[in-house]
C-alpha cells in the first residue's frame, strides 16, 4: 500500500517536473525551427513545428547584410566576455589573497570599503561611468564594456571567502623554503584555487556575455556592437523579421549552450553557492 | 584615510608567523590593480554622478552651470515635463517589482521543494530550468517578443486568445512578469535548493518524530533554516525587478505611451541619448533611495527575532 502511493507520488513528481521542462524546451526549440523557415512561414498564423521549406535563407541574409554583421557582434562578444573575465581574475586574485592571508594596517578599513560599495544600487553609476569612460575615450570601443564592471565587489569577495578556506600549513612550508608572499601567492594559493578560479571565470563571463544596458549606449557603430546590443538595435529595426531575429537569437545562443553544456554543474554550484556565504 | 587603525581589529584570521617576512607594502600592491578599478569605476562615479546632478549638464555643451538643488526640485514638481514623466517610470518599476517578486520568491521556492530529495534526472531538470538565464535577456527578450506577438504569436494561438500582449496594458505586464519569471525561475530555484540541502536532515526527523505533518515541518523547520537564503534572494530579486530593463526594451518598448518604460530605461534615455545627464543622475540618485529603503525594510522583515 504505502510503495504504491510513493510510486504514485514519484510518478507525480516527474509528470510535474517533465510538464515545466516541456515549457521550457518548447519556445526554444521554436526559435530553434523559426530560423530555418521562410520569412513567409515564420509570419504564418498557424505555427509549424517542422520547417516546410527548410531554408538557411535567415541565416545568410542576416550574415551577408552590412546592418547586422553578426559575426563580428559574435567575435566582440567573445573578446570582450574573455578580457573581462581574465581582467577579473588577474585583480581580484591577488586583492582578495591579501584581504583573506595578509595581516596590515589597513585591511578591515579597506575591506570594509569594498563591503560598503555592496549596497549602493549600480544604477547611480550609470550616468557618471559613462562620462569617466567617455573622457578615456573609451565610447564605442571594447575597454568600454571590458573594464568598468571589473570594479564590482563580488570576485574580491567570493576569492576572498575561499582563501579564507585554505590551510595555512602549506603557506607556511613555502616560506621556510624561503618562498616570497608573491611566489607562495603563484604557486601555493593559485594552484590550490583552480575550481574557485575556473568558477568565478565562468560567471564572469557569462555576465559580460549577457549584459545589455550598457553595452546598448556606449556602443554605438554598427561594428563595434556586442551580440545582446547589435540583436537589440536589430530587433528595433526589424521588428517583424522573425526569421532573421530567430537565426540571430540562434547564433547568440549556441556557444553560450555547447559552454553550458560542457560546464553546467560549475555555473550552477557556484551561482547557488556564491550567494549563501556573503 | 586614517592610517592610525586600532592594531586590535585586523589581529585575527592570517597566519600570525607569515607577516614577519612581509615588508610593509606587500600586501598593497596585491591590491592595487584591484583598487585602482575600484576606485576610478566605483568610488569616484558615486560622488561624480552626485555633482553631476547638481548641474545642468549636456555632454555636448561647454557650459555645465550649477544648479544647485535645481534637478531635484524639477523632479520633484508633478506638473513639470521631466516630473511627470519621471513618476510614470517609477510608478512602472514600482508595479512591476510588486507584482514579480512575490512570485519570483514563490515558484522557485515550490520548485526547489520538489527537487529536493534524490532522484533519476533531478541535474537534468535543474539543468533546463536554468538554461534561459544563460542566454540572457537579449535572446529571451527577442524569443518572447515572437512568442507573444498579438497576431501571429504562439501564446494567442495556443491559449486560443487576440490578446495584444504587448502594446496594452494589463496585458504587457503579465507578459512582462510572466517572460521574467520564465528566465529567472532557475536561477531563485537553485539557490533555493542549495539553502535547503544546508538544512540538517535531524531536523526534519526530529519534528517527524514529534508528530510535525508537512505544513508543520515546512513552517517549524524548512522556513526558519531558510532565514539567510530568503533575505538574499528576496533582497537581490527585488533589486532586480527594480533594475528592470531588457525586458521592456525589447519586448513592449514601454507601450503604451511609456507605461511600461522603467525608471532605469528612462535614465538611460534622458542621460544617454538625450544627454540630459544633471536631470538622470537626479533620477537615479531618488530611484537609489527608494531601493536602499527597501533593502532596509527587508532586513528589517527578516530580522531573526530570537536575538536580543
Known amino acids: ?278 | 584615510m586614517s592610517v592610525t587603525t586600532a592594531p586590535g581589529a585586523v589581529r585575527h584570521a592570517a597566519p600570525a608567523r607569515t607577516a614577519r617576512r612581509m615588508r610593509w607594502w606587500t600586501p598593497y600592491a596585491f591590491l592595487a590593480p584591484y583598487l585602482a578599478l575600484f576606485t576610478v569605476f566605483m568610488v569616484v562615479p558615486i560622488g561624480f554622478g552626485f555633482w553631476t546632478s547638481l548641474h545642468e549638464w549636456d555632454i555636448n555643451l561647454p557650459a555645465k552651470p550649477f544648479v544647485g538643488l535645481g534637478n531635484y526640485a524639477d523632479l520633484f514638481d508633478p506638473g513639470s515635463v521631466d516630473g511627470s514623466r519621471f513618476w510614470m517610470a517609477m510608478r512602472a518599476t514600482g508595479i512591476f517589482t510588486v507584482a514579480s517578486v512575490p512570485i519570483l520568491i514563490v515558484l522557485p521556492l515550490a520548485v526547489a521543494l520538489l527537487m529536493n530529495g534524490r532522484f533519476k534526472g533531478r541535474n537534468v531538470y535543474r539543468a533546463v530550468y536554468f538554461a534561459p538565464y544563460v542566454l540572457g535577456v537579449a535572446v529571451v527578450g527577442l524569443l518572447w517578443r515572437y512568442l507573444l506577438d498579438g497576431n501571429i504569436g504562439l501564446v494567442n494561438h495556443y491559449l486560443g486568445l487576440e490578446v495584444q500582449w504587448t502594446t496594452d496594458v494589463p496585458p504587457a505586464w503579465i507578459a512582462l512578469v510572466g517572460v521574467t519569471v520564465w528566465w529567472t525561475l532557475g536561477l531563485n530555484s537553485v539557490i533555493f535548493l542549495a539553502g535547503l540541502q544546508d538544512i540538517p536532515r535531524e531536523l526534519h526527523e526530529a519534528a517527524m518524530v514529534d508528530g510535525a505533518g508537512p505544513w508543520r515541518r515546512f513552517r517549524a523547520v524548512t522556513l526558519p533554516g531558510l532565514r539567510p537564503v530568503m533575505v538574499f534572494v528576496v533582497n537581490a530579486t527585488i533589486l532586480a525587478s527594480a533594475n528592470m530593463f531588457g525586458q521592456s526594451y525589447l519586448i513592449t518598448a514601454g507601450a503604451p505611451a511609456d507605461q511600461t518604460k522603467t525608471a532605469i530605461y528612462l535614465i538611460a534615455e534622458t542621460g544617454l541619448r538625450q544627454f540630459d545627464m544633471g536631470t538622470a543622475s537626479a533620477m537615479s540618485f531618488i530611484l537609489a533611495a527608494f531601493l536602499m529603503v527597501a533593502s532596509a525594510l527587508v532586513f528589517g522583515a527578516f530580522r531573526d527575532r530570537r536575538k536580543p
Open chain 1, 1 to 278: 500500500m504505502t510503495r504504491d502511493l510513493r510510486g504514485l507520488r514519484r510518478a507525480l513528481l516527474h509528470l510535474v517536473l517533465a510538464v515545466i521542462a516541456a515549457l521550457y524546451l518548447s519556445p526554444l526549440l521554436y526559435m530553434f525551427v523559426t530560423s530555418f523557415k521562410t520569412r513567409e512561414a515564420a509570419q504564418s498564423t498557424t505555427p509549424r513545428w517542422i520547417p516546410d521549406p527548410v531554408t538557411t535563407d535567415a541565416y545568410r541574409e542576416i550574415l551577408s547584410s552590412p546592418d547586422s554583421p553578426v559575426l563580428t557582434w559574435f567575435l566582440n562578444s567573445l573578446l570582450a566576455a574573455t578580457g573581462h573575465a581574465v581582467l577579473v581574475l588577474v585583480t581580484a586574485a591577488p586583492a582578495a589573497y591579501a584581504l583573506a592571508r595578509l595581516r596590515f594596517r589597513l585591511r578591515t578599513p579597506i575591506f570594509s570599503m569594498i563591503v560598503a560599495t555592496l549596497f549602493v544600487p549600480p544604477v547611480v553609476l550609470l550616468i557618471p561611468n559613462f562620462l569617466i569612460v567617455n573622457q578615456l575615450a573609451w565610447v564605442d570601443s571594447l575597454p568600454a564594456v571590458i573594464v568598468p564592471a571589473a570594479a564590482g565587489a563580488f570576485g574580491v569577495f567570493f576569492l576572498r571567502q575561499f582563501f579564507l578556506t585554505l590551510p595555512g600549513e602549506l603557506e607556511e612550508a613555502a616560506e621556510l623554503d624561503g618562498c616570497n608572499r608573491w611566489q607562495i601567492f603563484v604557486s601555493v594559493a593559485l594552484p590550490l584555487s583552480k575550481p574557485a578560479l575556473a568558477t568565478l571565470f565562468l560567471l564572469s563571463f557569462l555576465a559580460n556575455w549577457n549584459d545589455f544596458l550598457w553595452p546598448l549606449y556606449v556602443l554605438l557603430s554598427p561594428e563595434a556592437l556586442t551580440l545582446p546590443a547589435g540583436l537589440g538595435n536589430f530587433q528595433s529595426a526589424n521588428n517583424i523579421r522573425y526569421d532573421l531575429l530567430m537565426a540571430g537569437a540562434v547564433i547568440a545562443s549556441v556557444p553560450v549552450l555547447l559552454l553550458y553544456a560542457v560546464a553546467q554543474r560549475w555555473v550552477i554550484e557556484g551561482i547557488s553557492r556564491s550567494g549563501l556565504k556573503g
